[in-house]
């Protein structure tokens, strides 16, 4: 047993009884609603939008998003930010599904405080959602709602006198870089609502999940620690199944390919028909250099639709590693036609370095749409 896995599995033995039998939520995707209008300040919403849509991938249930977020205004008509980016929103009022979570930046936020609309929709929303994220000026839909009468809640620290005018029960803190009071979380401007978001991700899916999220986007976050200890490591809305899928992707992330593989297997043994398992275990085959196990364990997964495209990306991969140059290609046109749309890795994943001067590669870029660089 590696070092990384004895640690790793002694670590996961420590989690408090409450994260180790969690009750999994009945729909696992959680919809997200990023609330948008014109003026709205761009990090403010980019920012957390891009926190859920990460974690939407980490924190799946095999191929289960964890989150849908989509955008919602007024109008499905352009809409600016900053003065210069057009948007165009997914959803309005009328159409948006209902959401879990309910995003509120800053910017122009009276336009929404003072639309009747959107005030109808934001207090529907906010009292039906499991959790309300403001960011910057984005508090003052809450405050104009009634929603912070005798809370702890922050803003941009140029509108904290303005928001103790408007919330005048509330407790507005300065110096804050966020407030959480369960199911209305508050931060200060702009890049403020990172780390708040990261915050929400880690109370939903666990710690493990919002550190995946936080490196994918090379963010330094560093949560306080009377908050840290109150986060579960593993994800609290998965089932015994899923938390064992989360196990083995932890191990992964650390090198230990032969502990995931290991824990790949057992997910199969009681779930052999399991694509996203195959298609894992694949993956640290491949890391493993054993590239026949590993084209079998991604063939097996390919015959699932929805992981065909990744999966036989993969045994392309392989066979380029091996100098099995036809089956290669032939593995890579079946991963583009499946859907497999990321140019980028063809022209510059290693593995693929034998096949990239052949005439069908380029065929086969071209048809994606990329070209050579």
């Not at 599904?97 to 929404?112: E, I, M, T």
């Not at 992964?252 to 297997?265: I, M, V």
């Amino acid at each position: 047993m590696s070092v990384f896995k004895a640690a790793a599995m002694a670590f996961l033995l420590t989690l408090p009884a409450a994260a180790a039998e969690p009750a999994p939520r009945a729909t696992y995707t959680r919809n997200v609603a990023i609330v948008l209008y014109d003026g709205v300040e761009i990090l403010d919403f980019a920012g957390p939008s891009e926190v859920f849509k990460a974690a939407a991938g980490f924190g799946r249930a095999g191929l289960t998003p964890a989150f849908r977020v989509y955008t919602v205004a007024a109008s499905k008509e352009p809409l600016v930010s900053q003065g210069f980016v057009k948007i165009l929103p997914e959803f309005t009022f009328e159409d948006a599904p209902a959401p879990d979570l309910v995003v509120f930046p800053g910017g122009s936020s009276d336009r929404l405080t003072n639309d009747p609309k959107a005030m109808a929709w934001a207090s529907k929303s906010m009292g039906s959602a499991e959790v309300t994220l403001t960011v910057c000026t984005g508090a003052f839909v809450p405050a104009k709602a009634g929603l912070l009468d005798g809370l702890d809640v922050t803003t941009y620290y140029g509108a904290i006198e303005g928001l103790r005018k408007e919330a005048p029960n509330a407790r507005v803190q300065e110096g804050r870089r966020f407030i959480d009071n369960g199911k209305i979380v508050t931060t200060a401007g702009v890049s403020a609502g990172i780390d708040g978001a990261l915050h929400v991700v880690a109370r939903l899916l666990g710690r493990a999940v919002a550190d995946r999220t936080a490196r994918y986007m090379e963010y330094r976050w560093t949560p306080e620690s009377y908050l840290a200890e109150k986060y579960t490591i593993l994800n609290p809305s998965l089932d015994a199944k899923g938390r064992a899928m989360q196990q083995a992707t932890l191990l992964s992330d650390g090198k230990d390919f032969q502990g995931a593989a290991e824990a790949w297997r057992g997910v199969l043994a009681k779930d052999p028909e399991n694509s996203f398992a195959w298609y894992r275990l694949g993956h640290e085959l491949q890391s493993m250099g054993q590239l026949e196990e590993s084209v079998e364990a991604a063939n097996r997964a390919a015959k699932d639709p929805e992981m065909r495209g990744r999966a036989l990306y993969n045994v392309a991969c392989a066979r380029a590693v091996q100098g099995k140059k036809s089956e290669a290609l032939q593995a890579l046109k079946g991963a583009v036609e499946a859907g497999f749309n990321e140019s980028w890795w063809l022209q510059n994943d290693p593995d693929l370095a034998s096949i990239r001067s052949e005439p069908a590669f380029t065929a086969i870029l071209a048809k994606m749409g990329g070209g050579q660089g």
